[in-house]
């Protein structure tokens, strides 16, 4: 059973910082593509970052690049670092994964940065 639990938001003030974690079960994250995404209320969602399988390329959005840092450890954690936090980033934050022909997703951790 692949299961992905999102963790580490919270409220945090314009230009803060958190670090998300994505603790895996049935996957070994540092074989696939791990992603980041979220979603405010009445948006769709948004591609945040993603860490490429099999070594160290990653992708993000241009809303968050210089900003956000996606990492991963040896085999079980995707972590988000988020550095200069504004308003706009305000949204759940979930972590993805595209495995044997399915997406998993957890259950998404709210992150709100007070204006």
């Given at each position: 059973q692949v299961q992905l639990v999102e963790s580490g938001g919270g409220l945090v003030q314009p230009g803060g910082s958190l670090r998300l974690s994505c603790?895996?079960?049935?996957?070994?994250?540092?074989?696939?593509?791990?992603n980041w995404f979220r979603q405010a209320p009445g948006k769709e969602r948004e591609f945040v970052a993603?860490?490429?399988?099999?070594?160290?390329?990653?992708?993000?959005?241009?809303?968050?690049?210089?900003?956000?840092?996606?990492?991963?450890?040896?085999?079980?954690?995707?972590?988000?670092?988020?550095d200069s936090l504004k308003p706009e980033d305000t949204a759940t934050y979930y972590c993805d994964v595209f495995y044997?022909?399915?997406?998993?997703?957890?259950?998404?951790?709210?992150v709100t940065v007070s204006s």
């Open positions: 603790a895996t079960s049935g996957i070994v994250v540092s074989s696939l593509h791990m993603r860490i490429r399988a099999g070594g160290s390329g990653t992708d993000y959005a241009d809303s968050v690049k210089g900003r956000f840092t996606i990492s991963r450890d040896v085999r079980r954690t995707v972590y988000l670092q988020m044997r022909g399915n997406q998993y997703w957890g259950q998404g951790t709210q």
